[in-house]
Every structure is written in structure tokens, then in C-alpha cells.
């Protein structure tokens, strides 16, 4: 049996103007704010910015733990949008939320995560592992905020081209720990990283789901895992072709998994159920890991 379904490393993770993320001790869920049009899981309904911020209340009160901003869509194909734009998208949420939770800017890049950290975000979620924008990597060393490094290869329109692993979870950890050596290089402590394993990008189903499956061995990294399968398309592969806002059921499969597997964050949308899915799981985990009576 996989010693991830026994035992979860504990971390703290350093983050700027507050108290270190503690991780392990039970899975913490991140709410996905997507304040875009064309985001492939809500269909852009929290595009305008107060719908945003309303959610994220929302979010909060039904027991997520941090949450996740983001002004451009990274679904696979996506067309890229300016820093400009990005900022005029996600600034006003920002300070409606004025650093009160945990939030996360989902960014990569370096102009539009200094004004976001700026205003209160003490995360960034780069989809790309500091490999976009070369400036990106100083903005988090010098502000100290906690950066997740996904797994990814290419940009969003060609990333499938690169989809060819002979096993996915060496790879994927592999060319994290890759990533994880140049973060530090550029200035980042170890214990301001998180990783992803990147369920979807640069993947095709069966790569997410073996990434899925191997998570314990992406965990020999040594860092905090953040999986993110929420409503992903690689859950087609078990579903059949069933449209984004109607995949929570699968994500719940997935997110159970993820945690029992070793994951400390798990980035979803419904986050009320989600919540309930984890408490479950984290249940279950405390129960194989209690001594017999």
C-alpha cells in the first residue's frame, strides 16, 4: 500500500505580511475565481467583477480556505490576453478582498503579480513554473509570497504537441524538480514552493490520470502538492462528453483520490461540496494511520 494513503508530509509554506500556510494536518481547498469570458468552467459568469467578489465570499463561507484569481483563461488553446488587461480584470477583486483571505493571483506573469501581491495576494499560481516570463521569478523572491509551480510544457495553443511521456509521474517530477532548481537559482527559498502536477496541461487523459495515480511519488519532491482536476476535460476519458459545469460528480472522484493520495491543496469550483469530500477523505487517511485499540 502507497505510503501516501498512511502518512502526509507537513510543511509551512512562507507567505508575505502574515503567519506561514501550515500544510498537511488536513487537505485545504482553494476556490477558483475565474474573472474572464471565456473561462471553460462557469462560461464567464464571474466575469464582471462584482459577481467575482460575491462569489469569493460565498466561496469563503462555505468553508474554502484560500482562493485563486485569475484575469486570463489557460485552458488549453486559449488565446492569451496583455498585462494590461489582465490587471483591469482582477485588480478590482483584489481590493475588494484587501488581503483578508488567502488569495492567490493565477498568473504568470511578473507585472501582473507585483501589483497583485501589492494588493494583498501573498500566492501566485503560475501555470507555466517561472518559464514564461523570465522576470517573474525576482517579483517572488523579493516579495517572499509562496508560488505554486505547475507542470506544464509549451504554450497554451501547442501544448498536446508535447504530450509524449513513457511515464508520466517520473516525468512530471523530474521536470519539476527541474523547475523547483531554477526558482531557487533565481533567488526563491525552498519553503516558499508548492507544486503541481498539472492534470490536463501538456497532457492527454491517460498522462492526468496516471499523474493522478502517482501523486506519492511525485511527493518525493519534498515540496506541498496542489492537485487541481476540477471539472478538468481528462475526466471525459471515464464520463464520456459531458459538459463542464455538469462534471462535479467526477471531480469529487478525482478530488478524493487526490487527497488520499498525498495532496495538501485541492483547486476546485464547487467549493461546498468539495469541502465535504475532503473532510471524508482526510476521515479516512486519519483512520488508517490511527493504532489498532
Known amino acids: 500500500m502507497p505510503s501516501a494513503l498512511t502518512t502526509r508530509q507537513h510543511y509551512s509554506i512562507a507567505l508575505p505580511r502574515r503567519a506561514p500556510l501550515v500544510l498537511g494536518a488536513r487537505t485545504l481547498v482553494m476556490g477558483i475565481i475565474n474573472v ?5 468552467a462557469d462560461g464567464g459568469r464571474r466575469f464582471d467583477p462584482a459577481r467575482a467578489v460575491d462569489a ?5 463561507e462555505d468553508g474554502a480556505d484560500m482562493l485563486d484569481v485569475g484575469g486570463e483563461s489557460t485552458r488549453p488553446g486559449a488565446e492569451p490576453v496583455d498585462a494590461a488587461e ?16 488567502l488569495v492567490s493571483i493565477d498568473t504568470y506573469k511578473a507585472l501582473v503579480a507585483r501589483e497583485a501581491i501589492a494588493r494583498g495576494a501573498a500566492m501566485v499560481n503560475d501555470v507555466s513554473a517561472l518559464q514564461y516570463d523570465q522576470d517573474l521569478a525576482g517579483v517572488v523572491a523579493e516579495s517572499g509570497a509562496a508560488v505554486v509551480l505547475m507542470h506544464n510544457r509549451g504554450r ?9 511521456y513513457d511515464d ?11 523547475s523547483i532548481a531554477a526558482a531557487v537559482a533565481a533567488g526563491v527559498r525552498i519553503d516558499q514552493v508548492i507544486v503541481d502536477p498539472g492534470f490536463g496541461f501538456a497532457k492527454k487523459a491517460q498522462h492526468s490520470y496516471q499523474a493522478l495515480a502517482g501523486l506519492d511519488r511525485i511527493a518525493a519532491l519534498g515540496r506541498p502538492i496542489l492537485a487541481g482536476p ?29 487527497a488520499m493520495m498525498g495532496a495538501h491543496i485541492v483547486r476546485v469550483h464547487a467549493v461546498r461540496e468539495m469541502v465535504q469530500v475532503v473532510k471524508v477523505a482526510d476521515a479516512i487517511l486519519a483512520a488508517r494511520s490511527s493504532p489498532a485499540p
Open 36 to 40: 474572464t469570458p471565456d473561462s471553460f
Open 56 to 60: 469569493g465570499w460565498q466561496m469563503l
Open 86 to 101: 489582465e490587471l483591469r480584470r482582477v485588480l478590482p477583486v483584489l481590493e475588494a478582498f484587501a488581503g483578508r483571505p
Open 156 to 164: 497554451s495553443r501547442d501544448m498536446y504537441r508535447e504530450a509524449a
Open 168 to 178: 508520466a509521474p517520473a516525468a512530471i517530477r523530474d521536470e519539476l524538480q527541474q
Open 230 to 258: 476540477s471539472r478538468k476535460s481528462f475526466l471525459r476519458a471515464a464520463i464520456g462528453d459531458v459538459p463542464p459545469d455538469e462534471r462535479d460528480w467526477a471531480t469529487a472522484a478525482a478530488v478524493a483520490a487526490s
